[in-house]
């Protein structure tokens, strides 16, 4: 049986969809390392926070959108779990109650 060269255990070559697929994961993966730069920079911002109550609102709606979208952005990469994430990240229970439905 005849094959033709590069058969075999080598790599197919990238087909339209699977070059797309790659595209696409890079992105997600891009937009998921933003979402997290951005969720622990203002989680930062917040725990510096030696102000007044009306700026700490500021800085606790600031966080809870930032950790909102990282945790959208991770749901979109198929981690649905966010137990851990909440742990790495410190994020406190004012933040938290600040998630979800507005």
Known sequence: MLRPPGSGHA????TGISALD????????AA???AGQRA???LARLAAHEGGEAERGNLLRE???AVYAYFIQRELCGLKRH???VR???IPRAVLARLGAR
Do not use: T
């Not at 790599?11 to 990238?14: A, K, N």
């Open 40 to 42: 622990e920079e203002s």
């Open 83 to 85: 137990d851990e994430v």
């Open 88 to 90: 790495q990240l410190a």
């Open 63 to 65: 966080a809870a959108d």
């Open 22 to 29: 790659y595209e696409l994961a890079g992105e997600m993966a």
């Open 32 to 34: 998921l390392g933003y």
């Open 11 to 14: 790599r197919l070559p990238q």
